[in-house]
């Protein structure tokens, strides 16, 4: 018997692989599945060939649907029970709660085959945040999809999986039952101190990397280096670039501020190993962004946003918290670079955090969620 998964992806993984992000076995732990297929909702896909990482060793498959919304979804529902009964997976797995967690829980209740869905955000928090923002549109869809989508699929589906403890009051809330925590997984061979470092800068130098957005945003940080003798190199792109530019040029940081707009997953660990601090403010944000763990994992100290107090995440022991104040920020970078055995430390516990949540350790935990859910269905 062929072991085969259904995977419902949140974004086009055409989005992934022009971002770098495809990461290995990311939809086959262990290599355990011999057959990926996932199911794409979007109006552009991928070929498979471009993208066969994320399936291991497994064939994979890509069947692109087209775009499916608000508006249409339920007219889904029948083709996508089809082609799944077609393919007869051992198990359906979606990553988020909304279309593709509806779509996933209707076939898997009319196939009888387990269903996971896995949450990598508060969705909550993100209806909450557009209502603060006046953005009603938004908020009124988040509200439809909250009561219609989300609710039912997280209390029909076998497992949730929440990649931050942060989520696990939001999943509890909805319903969900079987809930477990599998932070997302970091390949520590690619981001290892063991790696051939090379020199990008001339000074000590904090590096930021993510989207360029109102909820992560740098002026903090940017603020923060004005009166310090060290560089800031940020990587990354989005609707706050040209604002951010604006900012460098305006407190004359030109030579001291750089900005890539894009670095592949693949090529990110020297540009992390080659810095001395890692620094990401967090605005109406919670949980633990990708780059957090990739920095750990080269050994880099985390400055970040305090979170809040209701809950604790596995590396809140490695960072360093500090509020969104930009002197809050130059006062933590000062004293990691002023104290060498302060930051020895620092870089201690983020090796050990990184080996406690290494990719083959989530991995594991993922598969053995998946054996679980066969053995008892």
């Not at 969900?176 to 520590?188: F, H, P, R, T, W």
Request: contains cysteine; glycine residues 4%.
């Amino acid at each position: 018997m062929n072991r085969k998964l259904v995977v419902l992806p949140n974004d086009p993984l055409l989005d992934y692989y022009n971002k770098g992000e495809i990461k290995s076995r990311y939809f086959n732990p262990q290599n355990w599945f011999e057959e990926i297929h996932v199911i794409s909702l979007f109006d552009h896909e991928i070929e498979p060939e471009k993208v066969q990482k994320l399936a291991g060793n497994a064939v994979l498959k890509i069947y692109n649907f087209g775009k499916v919304n608000l508006s249409n979804y339920k007219s889904y529902e029948k083709k996508i029970i089809e082609k799944i009964s077609e393919i007869n997976p051992q198990i359906i797995r979606s990553f988020n709660p909304r279309i593709q967690g509806w779509l996933a829980v209707k076939a898997s209740q009319k196939l009888d085959i387990p269903v996971v869905i896995s949450l990598h955000t508060n969705y909550e928090q993100q209806k909450q945040f557009a209502k603060e923002q006046g953005n009603y549109f938004q908020f009124l869809k988040f509200k439809y999809s909250s009561s219609k989508l989300e609710k039912f699929s997280l209390q029909n589906s076998n497992s949730v999986i929440c990649v931050y403890e942060f989520i696990v009051p939001y999943a509890k809330k909805m319903g969900a039952s079987d809930i477990q925590v599998i932070y997302n997984k970091v390949d520590l061979e690619k981001f290892s101190t063991s790696i051939e470092k090379k020199k990008f800068f001339n000074k000590p130098t904090v590096i930021s990397v993510g989207r360029l957005i109102k909820q992560k945003n740098r002026k903090y940080i940017i603020e923060a280096i004005k009166d310090l003798d060290i560089e800031l190199l940020i990587i990354g792109d989005g609707p706050q670039f040209d604002e951010t530019n604006q900012l460098i040029h305006s407190l004359d940081l030109e030579e001291r501020v750089k900005i890539i707009k894009n670095v592949s997953n693949e090529e990110l660990a020297p540009y992390y190993l080659a810095a001395d601090i890692f620094a990401l403010p967090m605005q109406d944000l919670d949980g633990i962004p990708i780059p957090f763990l990739e920095a750990m994992a080269c050994g880099l100290p985390v400055v970040t946003t305090k979170h809040s107090d209701s809950y604790s995440e596995i590396t809140d022991k490695a960072v360093v918290f500090v509020e969104n104040k930009s002197i809050e920020f130059h006062n933590a970078f000062k004293e990691i670079l002023s104290n060498p055995d302060y930051k020895k430390q620092l870089v201690t516990k983020s090796l050990e955090v990184a080996k406690m949540i290494n990719g083959d350790i989530m991995e594991e935990k993922e598969l053995e969620l998946y054996k679980k859910l066969l053995k008892n269905n």
